[in-house]
């Protein structure tokens, strides 16, 4: 047993003991292999001190423990709770000491060699990730104890192994010095959560190896060489490649790129082993201030990706890394940061064959300091610095033979300090062949990337106009946005606005959106679970809540506008001239897998249609391809052109005929909806009657329009506000949902002035404010009629000093025995005024359900921007000027109660919106907030409907 107590070990601030030197991961061989994932006996106790070592040794019955899966995590299966914090860390910082209430798990997992396991040569035990610390005995004999979670750990074990009965005992404790390092805004999750695997070490079978395979864009040809600790012959079939280790050599060859990830298959063969070897081609270097690959600048359309599953948490399986990696690719991402530490190795191999950049992100992040003003930072403290090195190293050597991997980085929100620089001249030394990133460096001083979190438009346009100043700029270093858009709830807004900069400075090489999925827990109670609902003392709610995908993998709007946002192919014009401008928007690429087809489509519907000749254009140029002439039969009505390019045959990560980039170009205009006020106000029996409209005489209420009841017809001015409106606790000037709620704009008032029955309107004047404030809205409804159809003009005037902008400004009103709904206008998905790239003019349908988009934390959704006409069960919306539409069965103040999905009961009541516009959504949870153009000023408006009965939408 070891010499050292526990504590001695848990708060030793080394890397750990025993374990051997990392090297370069490789999936298989022909060596002989088996897998230790599976059932494990399982014993969980408070302390780390709580039990002494004998489980460990041979013979110990473990018959009255819990069983728990491997890979997994033990609070994620029913053993102590998960914990949230974005930053804070959940024990007093007292580095590197941790606390004595310390959740140890004690695994056990006995096992026989394979029958025919080889008698000769030596064995490994790997373990591809355990949090936070783990000591670890086979047979009775302590191998070692490591720290560094998200990184292998191996193990000799050849002389110990025996034929049956091998007893591996695995202690691991949720807190360690490691803690310190890992404090990255996700859950604290203990446990044996990645592989465990035995491997067979024949005499003279590779230690580690290196392949180089740079490529020279100017003659076309790559070089090979690959370095090997034992030596061999290296061959490549398909490139008639036969040489040994060490040795380069060069030939023509295709690229690899994440457009065009072309792999070539070899083999590394030495004296005990044949390696199979994936090899691309490509050369990473900074060039005229730009990071360029094969010669080419490249442009980040990225993500940040935190490995997460609702069940599993980061316990993943192969193919829930591919339908990652898959989902990426189908909307149009080419680039992850692996954030905040490198993923299962797996992973990476998915991104070399389907084609993505690669940012591969140490496992380090230090932000509790900042609580302290960085005071005894680790990476600023010389003991500390073996550590950060094993964390560069383990993660270089297991990483540094994938093509996809395209820039090292140092860690994330860690402060600066000498530890940094040591890890970044390692990374230098080693690997001079990738740049180092890291975002928390101003000066620049270890990293070859300019890198910045959140930065708003206009200071990221000065950037790329060259107007800023610093290092960087004296440098000449590229800037990259390592994480924008944050993807929190409803949102993010404003990407087209960055893109528009990226795509016109070419400084800008592009960003990562933060970030991919929502890392909601499945709980049978609340629909998904996130920080406080496991009684946390310190946690920070739904923050952890923040990406693009829905805990279950479903796309969220946000990623549909992103998809929209980063299209490889522009596709522009005004269509009136009778042509189309495509751009091709790709790095490397061509046009030729695409396939193009024209739509001339009236009142949403498809009149006619075709094939879009457009030539395989080259990166960056660019064509004018001449549309048919509009269908001489077609309609009259407001028209468009949609051209769509689609994949023209299947490729690896999407079928033929994938939408991969659309443009809907204005053919002829609408019309604006007119009815001439030609009824007569008649009062009697309690009513006044207008055309088809029933009204309370007393109150100038809406009751009825023909058979269909209408209740609480009024002016809305509120939301339920959105984890953007609520905005950043550090920033308090910009956090709207405050605002509004301290102006009061959630418990409006309303007050009537008059009811006037004129000879051809009925006219009802009011006052919306709130209480306790001096601030209000007059605003005025007159209502006119056709006798078959009814006009409502809302007009408001603000009174008082208004401060702020409004959240939305329209009405709203219930309707009954609606459950479908029809509507011409944006769609199929929820838009607002920054997230509306991606809304196609046409004609739509769904059920009331299907339009709520379930975040996890209820807020504002579902909007419909740009509706021009809605079938509301058997009612006729036309809207003057185009409206944005929302209809859910709860009302605003029910949905801005909610705290979990499992909150929002469905009434019998639908509550309508028709609103004349809402205020903008941003990113302001982590980043800058709507911009100006996008805010909804509390100033005169005017806006109309036109309601008539008609028949209910189908089904379809």
């Known amino acids: 047993m070891s010499l050292r107590t526990t504590t001695e070990y848990i708060e030793d601030v080394s890397p750990g003991s025993g374990a051997l030197p990392p090297r370069a991961w490789y999936a298989s061989s022909d060596a002989e292999s088996f897998s230790l994932n599976g059932d494990w006996r399982f014993r969980l106790s408070d302390t780390a001190d709580a039990e002494d070592d004998s489980f460990a040794a041979p013979g110990y019955d473990a018959g009255d423990w819990a069983e728990v899966p491997v890979p997994g995590h033990w609070v994620l299966q029913g053993h102590g709770s998960p914990v949230y914090t974005n930053h804070l860390y959940p024990f007093p910082v007292d580095p590197p000491r941790v606390p004595t209430e310390n959740p140890t798990g004690d695994h056990l997992r006995v096992f026989d060699l394979p029958g025919d396991w080889p008698a000769d040569g030596d064995a490994v035990l790997r373990f591809d990730g355990v949090e936070s610390c783990a000591r670890v005995w086979l047979n009775g004999t302590e191998l070692g104890e490591f720290k560094g979670s998200r990184l292998p750990h191996e193990f000799a074990v050849g002389r110990l192994l025996r034929p049956a009965g091998n007893v591996l005992a695995v202690r691991v404790h949720q807190w360690s010095a490691g803690s310190y390092l890992e404090d990255q805004d996700q859950w604290w999750l203990p446990g044996i959560f990645r592989d465990v695997t035995v491997l067979h070490r024949p005499a003279g079978s590779v230690l580690d190896f290196f392949v180089h395979a740079s490529y020279d864009h100017t003659t076309g040809e790559g070089t090979l060489r690959v370095d090997s600790d034992v030596d061999g012959r290296v061959s490549v079939p398909d490139l008639g490649i036969d040489i040994a280790t060490g040795e380069p050599v060069t030939v023509p060859v295709e690229p690899w790129s994440a457009e065009t990830p072309r792999l070539y298959d070899g083999v590394l063969a030495t004296r005990g082993e044949r390696v199979p070897l994936r090899v691309g081609f490509r050369t990473v270097a900074l060039s005229d201030g730009l990071i360029k690959v094969n010669g080419r600048p490249v442009l980040f359309k990225g993500v940040n990706r935190h490995e997460w599953h609702p069940e599993r948490g980061r316990a993943l399986d192969l193919a829930t890394m591919r339908e990652d990696v898959l989902l990426m690719k189908r909307h149009n991402i080419n680039a992850v940061r692996t954030s905040h530490y490198p993923p299962h190795p797996a992973f990476l191999g998915l991104c070399d064959e389907l084609g993505l950049w690669v940012i591969d992100e140490c496992d380090l992040e230090t932000h509790g300091f900042t609580e302290q003003g960085w005071r005894d930072n680790p990476v600023d403290d010389d003991r500390w610095t073996p550590a950060l090195l094993d964390r560069a190293a383990r993660m270089v050597e297991r990483d540094k033979n994938h093509p996809s991997v395209v820039i090292w980085s140092l860690g994330n929100e860690a402060g600066t300090g000498r530890g940094l620089t040591a890890m970044a001249e390692w990374i230098h030394g080693r690997d001079p062949s990738r740049p180092v990133h890291y975002e928390g460096d101003p000066d620049c001083r270890d990293t070859d990337v300019y890198s910045r979190m959140y930065a708003g438009h206009a200071e990221v346009e000065r950037i790329g106009r060259g107007l800023d100043g610093g290092p960087h700029r004296r440098r000449r270093l590229p800037l990259v946005l390592c994480e924008y858009g944050h993807a929190m709830g409803n949102g993010p807004g404003g990407l087209a606005d960055y893109q528009k900069l990226f795509d016109t400075h070419d400084r800008l090489q592009g960003g990562f959106v933060w970030e991919w999925i929502d890392h909601g827990i499945a709980h049978p109670g609340l629909g998904y679970a996130y920080g406080g609902d496991f009684g946390e003392e310190l946690h920070d709610g739904n923050f952890v809540c923040d990406g693009l995908l829905f805990p279950d993998r479903r796309p969220s709007p946000g990623l549909t506008e992103y998809k929209k946002v980063i299209e490889p192919v522009g596709i522009t014009g005004d269509g009136t001239d009778g042509t189309v401008r495509v751009t091709n928007k790709h790095d490397f690429a061509d046009l030729s897998a695409l396939a193009f087809s024209w ?173 306790a404030r001096d601030t209000g809205l007059s605003t005025v409804y007159r209502w006119t009629s056709d006798g078959d159809r009814l006009r409502l003009t809302v007009g408001t005037v603000p009174e008082g000093d208004w401060t702020v902008p409004l959240p939305r400004l329209g009405i709203r009103f219930g309707l009954s025995a609606v459950d479908r709904v029809e509507w011409y206008g944006g769609g199929p998905g929820e838009a607002y005024p920054d997230t509306r790239t991606a809304a196609v003019v046409g004609r739509w349908r769904s059920t009331v359900e299907d339009l709520q988009t379930p975040y996890v934390r209820p807020q504002e959704n579902g909007a419909r921007i740009d509706v021009r006409w809605a079938l509301l069960g058997g009612l006729r919306v036309e809207g003057d000027p185009a409206f944005l539409l929302t209809a859910r069965r709860w009302t605003t103040e029910q949905l801005d109660a909610a705290t979990h999905r499992s909150d929002l009961v469905p009434g019998e009541t639908v509550w309508v919106n028709l609103d004349h516009g809402q205020h903008g959504i941003g990113s302001q949870s982590c980043g800058p907030g709507p911009l100006p153009r996008y805010h909804l000023p509390a100033e005169p408006a005017e806006f109309s409907f036109v309601f008539s009965a008609a028949a209910a939408p189908t089904a379809g």
């Open 599 to 771: 739509s001339y489509e009236v009142e949403g519907e498809a009149v006619d249609s075709g094939t879009l000749p457009v030539p395989a254009l080259a990166p960056g140029a660019s064509a004018d391809v001449k549309l048919p002439a509009p269908p001489p039969a077609a309609p009259a009505g407001e028209a468009h052109w949609t051209v769509r390019a689609v994949l023209a045959a299947g490729t690896p990560w999407a079928p033929k005929g994938h939408l991969v980039a659309w443009g809907q170009l204005p053919a002829a205009e609408r019309r604006t909806p007119y009815t001439a006020a030609t009824a007569r106000p008649v009062s009697g029996d309690g009513v006044i009657r207008l055309g088809p409209g029933v009204f309370d005489a007393r109150t100038g209420a809406l009751r009825a329009i023909g058979d269909i009841a209408v209740r609480d017809l009024r002016l809305d001015v509120w939301r339920a506000t959105t984890d953007n409106d609520d905005g950043a606790p550090w920033q308090p000037d910009l956090r709207y949902g405050l605002l509004w709620r301290r102006l009061g704009l959630h418990r409006m008032r309303h007050r009537l002035d008059a009811v006037e029955a004129g000879e051809d309107a009925l006219t009802v004047r009011t006052r919306v404010a709130p209480a």
